[in-house]
C-alpha cells in the first residue's frame, strides 16, 4: 500500500522529500514546483544548484529544474520564462509505493496570472524517483473559452564536476538557433563539446540525448536525457563573462553546471478549449 508524504520544510520553503524505498530521492518545492535535488540510488547529487540563490516569495531559484511556463526566455509580451516557477503551487499528491516515490503539483489561473496571460488554466507537474531514473512531466489543460497558446521548458541544471571534462551526444543533423550570433545552424558532428557561453535550441528532437563527463583519473560519468511531448532542447552555460553578472551566482558556477532541457520554442503549443497537452523529460544515471 502506499504512503503518503508529508510536507517538510526546505530553506524556509514548503518541500516534498520524495525517497523510493531503495534509496532514490528527490526534493521539491512548491514553490514554482522546483525540483531543487536529484540523488539516485546509491549515487550522489546530479543537479546543479547554485550556493547563491534566493528562496522567497516572488523570486526564482537558480539551479535544479525551474518550470519555465507560459512563455520561454523573452519570446512574448510577457514576464521573461513565464510566472510558474515563481508561483506557489497546490499539492495534489505525495506517497511512496512499492518501487518509487512521485508528487504531483498543481498550478491554476488566477488574477495575477490573468493579468500578463489572459487564459484560464490548470498545469500539473508530476514527479517520480525511482532506481537510476527521474521522471518529470508537465502537463496543462485549457480551462477557457477561447483557443491558447504557450511556450515552456524543464530548464534543468546538470551539475558537472568540471565544465571542460563534459560533452553532449546525440545532436548530429539537427538544426538550431543560436542565441548568442542571431543565426540558424546545423549541428554537423554527434559529439558537442561546450565552449561558453553557450545558448543554443535545437529542433525536432527525437533521440535521447546523453551527457558524458570524462574527468581525468577519475570515474566517468553518463546521463540519458529522454523526452516526450517536448520537440526542442535548450542548451546552455552562460559562461565566465555573463556568470559573474548573475547575482545569484557564484561567478565560478558556470563550471559546475550545463542546462540540457526538454522544451517546447519553436512551435508554441497550442489547445483549443477542454484540450490538454503533456510533456516528460526523464534523465536516467548510467
Known sequence: MAKPIALTRHQGLDALELRAPDG???????????????????????????????????????????????????????????????????????????DDAMAVLRLQDDEATRLVWP?????????????????????CEN???????????????????????????????????DALTGTEERQRVDLLLPEPPLDRIYYGVAQDLTLQEQPAGRPSRRVWVRQQGFADAVVWNPGPEACAQLADMPADGWQQM?????????????????????????????
Not at 119 to 139: D, K, Q, Y
Not at 277 to 286: C, H, I, K, S, Y
Request: glycine content about 12%.
Open 143 to 177: 480551462r477557457g473559452e477561447a483557443e491558447l497558446d504557450f511556450t515552456a521548458a524543464l530548464h534543468t541544471y546538470l551539475g558537472l564536476g568540471r565544465l571542460l571534462d563534459a560533452s553532449v551526444r546525440g545532436l548530429s543533423g539537427l538544426h538550431y538557433w
Open 258 to 286: 550545463l542546462c540540457v532541457e526538454a522544451a517546447a520554442i519553436e512551435r508554441p503549443v497550442r489547445l483549443a478549449p477542454g484540450e490538454t497537452w503533456a510533456g516528460m523529460q526523464t534523465l536516467v544515471l548510467e
Open 24 to 98: 532514490a530521492a528527490a526534493t521539491l518545492l512548491l514553490h514554482g514546483a522546483h525540483l531543487v535535488s536529484w540523488k539516485p540510488a546509491g549515487a550522489g547529487e546530479q543537479l546543479y544548484l547554485s550556493p547563491k540563490s534566493a528562496y522567497a516569495t516572488g523570486q526564482a531559484i537558480r539551479g535544479g529544474v525551474p518550470v519555465i511556463f507560459p512563455q520561454f526566455a523573452g519570446r512574448g509580451s510577457g514576464t521573461r520564462h513565464g510566472f510558474a516557477r515563481t508561483k506557489p503551487w497546490q499539492l495534489v499528491s505525495a506517497e511512496i509505493g512499492k
Open 119 to 139: 487564459h484560464r488554466f490548470e498545469a500539473e507537474l508530476c514527479v517520480r524517483v525511482a532506481g537510476r531514473s527521474l521522471e518529470i512531466e508537465l502537463a
